[in-house]
């Protein structure tokens, strides 16, 4: 350690503190400045600013008479005083002086020594200020000389000029005296505390005994500092046992902890130690520059040597960390030469600073210039080389192009860095690393629709040799599985969800996998696997998960296969019969064995099903005996058992508390059942004839019964106005959860008019349900009026996430879904979830669109229906299992799920801003015009894939084929039959361009009411 | 705790390369707690438990290890994982800077 000169600096609570002193004198010529106008200068004692504060200034106090004015005979005088005075104020401390000399000269009065004290006092103060400590010294010495008396004024300014000029024996003298006053021991302690900064001058001061303290303790910190800041040092060399707590230099023991903190990378522990530090003292000195290094910052208000301090020990690390902040931001502008100069700049600092980030760097700038496509050479050449191509390259790649939106290429970068990661050693083939990249890469896929799936999966042999080019040509694009002389081999599972879920289920047991890996088979149809099959794997796998086997009976229940299903289901309640799903399949495949039989015209087969069906206690909940009922009632009905069926039919009036709902279920049963008779007619005729209030009562009924058996409620078209008018005139005080109903009701039939009325009321009315109005609200808008269908989608959404209502959430989700995809404007890329969060709304847009929901009573007008806007857009008749939703031209499995929603537009690659951001805005501009100019998909066109569908991807080659199709789906003859009345009420002849002999199907003769000859077949 | 901190990946709080098996990952971790007790450095302990915590489990450490690095994370992040290098330079520097900063007080 070297031993520069012992110093002190000591003062006015905070060292020497001159410009303080000279602060002090300011405000004295402001307070007293009356009595300094006397003449009469009196010692006042300023109370120390901090603790063992010792400044002593003096304080001009005239002496005034009794009536406090200066004498008249010293009027020259007390002016020449106020001159001294205002020139120590200006600073100009050797005119005061020297007025002041002549002051005193010329009255040689008590006062005029005071006011030379005080000259002298300012010109000493002024004299240390610019570092002339010795002259300033010498002068003091030669005061105190000639003024004794002014000792105790000039202790301070004394001791401080001691510790200056290194006059440390006039530092510590007094604290050797035992006898020595406290509060001169404390300023004495004060002094060493803020001016002490060289220890080693301290340790060897001889005026203190060799083992006071003081000495003691001053040397074991000048060891301690000297080891600490030297190099790496123990916990014993800084324990310091010599420095006491309440010490003069305690904090110097905090200090030099802190700076072994610092070099130990224990931050937090060193940033402890700063605060402990007194930030008066001179260890506190240097706080803020090692707050810097800890920060690695420059930044902070520091002197030039906090500065270079800074700068020593942290290296070139300083001018890396600002070089790479340089660069960020020149990413953020259009690429230029600069950006090339910056990266060549921070690369060079980089390899003498920290080399070992080097090779990361180069990757990091290396993707960010590939995204924000850069020409390959000037970067390479501002690298000065290739940047290495390991795993984290590929991994920085593939999550560049994955929030870039390529999610195909996401996917094969994905499979390049597993292959590279499990070569390095990253993790193994069969670790769990492994399942969870196969399960991301199949969520990514998933995101894609499915015919863009496909067209990539076409398309990644292109692909493959594309990427060869990405800044190192060195090797070439060495795919694992990519067989030599072979790109045909290519094994492209990377493309496909399925396979990359049975990747990821051969390696995690997780149930869940199977689960995602059943719906995506579900939903997407997949061609390598069936849903059944896959449930068939996970039904394996987890032999005590009842789930799977719930699926299998679908399955099962789907191909008519009963006994089946309910073996599935048998063993499904023994392994969950808690389960309401579980306790509630077996009845509905009783229902539907019921249903099939019933449908076959077979009675007695019926029969025993709904003897099986009584035997279940799910059977007697609710309503649903009076659902059994009207099964049974159908079997009646088949067996021509007319008192039966008329018990039946008692029974179940007296269930559901009416003829008109009874009349409604029978319905509802015998169009599920497509069981037509005379009874079914008279009951039809006969429901027109009650009154609305009747009709109310029963739809509140029965439509949550069918709901809950999973049938369509039979709703007689000529309702519809008898109800728009009953809800037109009021809400006839039906409660929230009636008038939900009510529209649902409505809703399901097409009669827009009735839910928008209902949900009307509903919305008057505060309460949770008010999301829900707001959903109906907007479903029950015509297509025409698109904005504000959206809008209370949009409100629907907000308030139904403030009400924690997550199925509401789902439900509009799918509502959007089904708008894009079957009206006009159709977007296969626009997800609804990403709907959702666009329609995020503020309170103030929310309040507005409830009140304009509320405000406008009238229900709009329903839109001419186009032709090819037939009863086939509505969704709610149409069949929305996936392969006729895809038939009908919708989207089908994508953006169905949170996951799925596509993050292009929230996380783009930061240079995509500027490079493409014409490619966004046109696409933005382009896709409103797009979704006008697209056309929906007319009617017939979707009627006739349905119909090669279900013939077997073929068309009927004869009149029999076609029949025996139709009879077999009889949905489908309603819609044809629809289509045919539709056209032919609006003076429309779709087949004009046939002739008479070039309607192979018959169809016109079949289904347009205008047969040739002979009857037509019964409508069903 | 400043923002440098909070971006250190675990791995690099725990100084265990990224193919640390489980074993290497405990012990790393028994070690760092070891110079890092909580009665100590409660937020560096903190630090530790949570590093820890994403290692220690297979599928987490994979969903780390995956979705981890960023590429529009900001050039500067770099250094948060590298080792520091705080240089000694003896006690001039330091006293040089502690007289200078008196000078500046004063003035």
New interface residues.
């Given amino acids: 350690m070297s031993e520069p000169p012992v110093r002190f600096a000591m003062g006015c609570g905070m060292g020497v503190n001159w410009a303080a002193l000279r602060e002090d004198w300011h405000k004295m010529g402001g307070r007293d400045k009356d009595r300094r106008a006397t003449g009469r200068i009196e010692t006042v004692q300023e109370p120390a600013r901090s603790q063992g504060g010792s400044v002593v200034p003096l304080r001009p106090c005239g002496g005034l008479g009794p009536t406090g004015q200066a004498p008249a005979s010293d009027g020259r005088a007390a002016a020449l005083i106020r001159e001294i005075h205002l020139a120590i104020e200006r600073g100009s401390s050797k005119a005061a002086l020297e007025k002041a000399k002549l002051l005193h000269k010329e009255l040689a009065s008590e006062e005029s020594k005071s006011v030379l004290i005080d000259a002298y006092l300012a010109r000493i103060a002024a004299m240390s200020a610019k570092d002339l400590t010795e002259e300033a010294k010498a002068l003091t010495d030669l005061v105190l000389s000639r003024f004794p008396e002014a000792a105790d004024r000039l202790g301070g300014i004394q001791r401080n000029l001691a510790a200056l000029t290194g006059d440390m024996a006039a530092l510590v003298t007094p604290l050797a005296d035992p006898n020595l006053i406290p509060e001169r021991r404390r300023e004495c302690e004060q002094a060493i505390r803020h001016g002490l900064v060289d220890m080693q001058a301290l340790a060897t001061c001889s005026t203190l005994p060799e083992d006071h303290p003081l000495r003691t303790a001053a040397a074991a910190i000048a060891r301690a500092f000297w080891a600490v800041t030297s190099a790496e040092a123990d916990d014993a060399t800084v324990a310091l046992p010599e420095v006491s707590h309440r010490s003069p230099l305690a904090d110097w023991k905090h200090l030099i902890r802190a700076i072994q903190c610092l070099y130990r990378g224990q931050d937090e522990a060193c940033r402890r130690f700063l605060a402990s530090i007194n930030p008066d003292s001179a260890p506190g000195r240097v706080a803020d520059p090692i707050r810097s290094i800890l920060a690695e910052s420059t930044d902070a208000q520091l002197t030039q040597a906090g500065h270079a301090l800074v700068h020593r020990v942290l290296g070139p690390r300083v001018e890396l960390r600002n070089a790479l902040r340089a660069l960020d931001a020149a990413f953020t502008q259009k690429p230029s030469r600069e950006l090339y100069r910056q990266i060549r700049q921070t690369t060079l600092v980089c390899e003498r600073a920290c080399p070992q980030i080097l090779k990361r760097l180069k990757q990091h700038i290396s993707i960010k210039t590939t995204m924000a496509d850069c020409p390959v050479e000037p970067v390479i050449d501002a690298l000065g080389g290739r940047t290495v191509h390991d795993a984290y390259f590929w991994r920085l790649f593939a999550r560049a192009v994955e929030d870039f939106g390529d999610l195909s290429q996401a996917c094969l970068l994905w499979d390049r860095f597993r292959n590279v990661a499990i070569q390095e050693g990253l993790f193994t083939a069969i670790g769990q690393e492994n399942a969870f990249l196969y399960l991301h890469m199949a969520d990514l896929l998933k995101r894609i629709p499915p015919e863009h799936l496909f067209e990539a999966q076409e398309d990644c042999r292109y692909d493959l040799e594309n990427l060869e080019g990405v800044y190192d040509d060195r090797e070439p694009f060495p795919h694992s599985r990519r067989t030599p002389g072979s790109c045909s081999e290519l094994d492209l599972y990377f493309l496909y969800p399925e396979r990359l879920y049975e990747r990821a289920a051969a390696l995690r047991s997780d149930a869940n996998i199977y689960k995602e890996w059943f719906d995506y088979t579900k939903t997407a149809n997949p061609r390598d696997l069936k849903p059944e099959e896959v449930a068939q794997k996970w039904a394996s796998a987890f032999p005590q998960d009842a789930r799977p086997l719930l699926h299998l009976a679908e399955a099962a229940e789907h191909r008519s296969a009963f006994d089946k299903a309910l073996k599935f289901i048998q063993q499904a309640e023994e392994l969950g019969g808690i389960d309401p799903k579980v306790r509630r399949a077996r009845f509905q495949l009783l229902v539907a064995k019921t249903v099939r039989h019933l449908k076959q015209e077979k009675p007695s087969l019926a029969a025993k099903d709904i003897e099986q069906l009584d035997l279940l206690s799910q059977a007697k909940e609710k309503d649903r005996p009076a659902f059994v009922a009207s099964l049974r009632w159908i079997g009646a009905m088949l067996e021509n058992d007319r008192s039966e069926a008329e018990r039946l039919h008692g029974q179940i009036q007296d269930s559901l508390d009416g003829p008109v709902a009874a009349a409604m279920l029978l319905l509802s049963a015998a169009r599920q059942c497509q069981h037509v008779s005379a009874e079914t007619n008279r009951l039809q005729m006969w429901l027109t004839t009650y009154k609305e209030e009747d009709i109310v009562a029963a739809v509140l009924r029965v439509y949550p019964l069918c709901v809950d058996v999973e049938i369509r409620t039979f709703l007689p078209a000529k309702w519809e106005p008898l109800l728009t008018k009953w809800f037109k005139r009021s809400d006839r005080d039906l409660d929230a959860k009636g008038l939900l109903t009510m529209a649902e009701a409505a809703l399901t039939s097409g009669w827009q008019d009735v839910a928008y009325y209902a949900s009307g009321y509903g919305l008057q009315r505060s309460g949770p349900e008010q999301a829900r109005f707001l959903f109906l609200r907007g479903r029950s808008l015509p297509y025409t009026l698109d904005e504000r269908r959206r809008e209370c989608f949009a409100a629907a959404t907000e308030l139904a996430k403030r009400v924690r209502d997550t199925d509401l959430v789902v439900e509009i989700a799918d509502a959007l879904r089904q708008d894009t995809g079957t009206w006009g404007g159709s977007d296969p890329f626009r997800s609804d979830w990403d709907d959702l969060d666009v329609m995020a709304l503020e309170d103030k847009d929310l309040r507005r669109i409830i009140e304009d929901e509320r405000r406008t009573k009238k229900c709009p007008k329903k839109p001419p229906r186009r032709f090819f806007d037939a009863g086939g857009s509505r969704t709610e008749d149409l069949c929305q299992c996936p392969d006729c939703r895809r038939a009908r031209g919708e989207t089908v499995g994508y953006g169905t799920s949170r996951r799925g929603r596509s993050r292009r537009k929230t996380r783009r690659a930061p240079a995509e801003d500027y490079l493409f951001d014409d490619l966004f805005e046109e696409e933005e501009e382009e896709e409103p015009q797009a979704r006008a100019k697209m056309p929906a998909i007319p009617p017939e066109l979707l009627l006739l894939g349905e119909i090669i569908r279900l013939s077997g991807n073929k068309l009927p080659t004869s009149k029999k084929d076609l029949d025996r199709l139709l009879l077999q789906h009889p949905e489908l003859a309603i819609k044809v039959a629809e289509l045919l009345d539709r056209a032919q009420k609006e003076g429309v002849d779709p087949f004009s361009e046939f002739g008479p002999d070039d309607d192979p199907w018959g169809a016109r003769g079949e289904f347009s009411r205008r047969p040739p000859g002979g009857p037509g077949r019964k409508r069903r | 705790?400043?923002r440098?901190?909070n971006q250190r990946s675990p791995w690099s709080i725990l100084g265990v390369p990224?193919?640390a098996d489980d074993e290497q990952i405990r012990a790393a971790y028994l070690r760092k707690v070891k110079e890092?007790p909580p009665d100590?450095?409660?937020?560096?302990f903190e630090n530790i438990r949570d590093a820890y915590d994403q290692l220690k489990d297979?599928?987490r450490?994979?969903?780390h290890?995956?979705?981890g690095?960023?590429?529009?994370m900001?050039?500067?992040s770099?250094?948060e994982?590298?080792?520091?290098?705080?240089?000694?330079?003896?006690?001039?520097?330091?006293?040089?800077?502690?007289?200078?900063?008196?000078?500046?007080?004063?003035?």
């Fill in positions: 705790m400043n440098t901190e990224p193919e890092h100590r450095s409660a937020a560096e297979p599928y450490r994979a969903r290890l995956i979705l690095a960023t590429p529009d900001p050039l500067e770099l250094l994982d590298a080792p520091r290098s705080r240089r000694f330079i003896g006690p001039d520097a330091w006293l040089a800077t502690m007289k200078s900063e008196r000078k500046e007080t004063q003035k």
